[in-house]
């Protein structure tokens, strides 16, 4: 019996000249890797740390704003559609998922399940904690911060800190600095 090979995803190498769109100085350090680039939207003074793999998908977009910063060995996986606002800061080790596996009852693998996609919405101005994840469906609102580690699983308000697993509003940042 002769098995049939499939054909891979790619390797992940790009050429700037590949992104839908790319705003002025962006650093691409060292093994970052990105898959389908042509869905894919940078904008100006973008930063992209060591390792970190930008999933695009065949579909939907990933949009990322101005002057955001991300750190190594990042992944995201934009198949159900992500939007990264500006000046957004996001530590090493963050995952975003916009993409699950749906439940089909015990005689089907969790495997081959259905997906179910859902867009990732981060505002402008927030800060994501070194190795948090950010689930499908979710908006972090605008000035947020998710601590370190936490698992956020619904929208954070504007200007909440949320910690955990899963994620909860610690409290709200001050107007002014104390």
Same mark, same amino acid.
């Given at each position: 019996?002769?098995?049939?090979?499939?054909?891979?995803?790619?390797?992940?190498?790009?050429?700037?000249?590949?992104?839908?769109?790319?705003?002025?100085?962006?650093?691409?350090?060292?093994?970052?890797?990105? &898959?389908?680039?042509?869905?894919?939207?940078?904008?100006?003074?973008?930063?992209?740390?060591? =390792?970190?793999?930008?999933?695009?998908?065949?579909?939907?977009?990933?949009?990322?704003?101005?002057?955001? &910063?991300?750190?190594?060995?990042?992944?995201?996986?934009? *198949?159900?559609?992500? #939007?990264?606002?500006?000046?957004?800061? $996001?530590?090493?080790?963050?995952?975003? $998922? #916009?993409?699950?596996?749906?439940?089909?009852?015990?005689?089907?693998?969790?495997?081959?399940?259905?997906?179910?996609? @859902?867009?990732?919405?981060?505002?402008?101005?927030?800060?994501?904690?070194?190795?948090?994840?950010?689930?499908?469906?979710? #908006?972090?609102?605008? =000035?947020?911060?998710?601590? *370190? =580690? @936490?698992?956020?699983?619904?929208? /954070?308000?504007?200007? *909440?800190? /949320?910690?955990?697993?899963? *994620?909860?509003?610690?409290?709200?940042?001050?107007?002014?600095?104390?």
């Amino acid at each position: 019996m002769t098995e049939k090979l499939h054909r891979s995803h790619g390797s992940g190498a790009f050429t700037p000249e590949q992104f839908r769109a790319i705003g002025d100085d962006c650093v691409f350090e060292p093994g970052v890797l990105v &898959w389908h680039p042509e869905n894919i939207t940078l904008g100006r003074n973008v930063y992209v740390g060591h =390792g970190a793999m930008l999933k695009g998908y065949y579909r939907n977009e990933m949009r990322i704003g101005d002057r955001t &910063w991300i750190g190594q060995m990042c992944f995201f996986h934009a *198949a159900g559609g992500l #939007t990264i606002g500006a000046r957004v800061g $996001i530590g090493p080790g963050v995952k975003i $998922i #916009t993409s699950v596996h749906a439940e089909a009852g015990r005689a089907v693998p969790v495997l081959f399940s259905p997906i179910e996609m @859902a867009p990732v919405v981060i505002e402008d101005d927030v800060d994501l904690g070194v190795n948090s994840v950010i689930l499908p469906g979710v #908006t972090v609102g605008r =000035g947020a911060i998710v601590g *370190a =580690g @936490a698992v956020v699983n619904r929208d /954070v308000p504007p200007y *909440a800190v /949320v910690a955990g697993v899963p *994620a909860k509003v610690l409290r709200f940042r001050p107007d002014e600095a104390p």
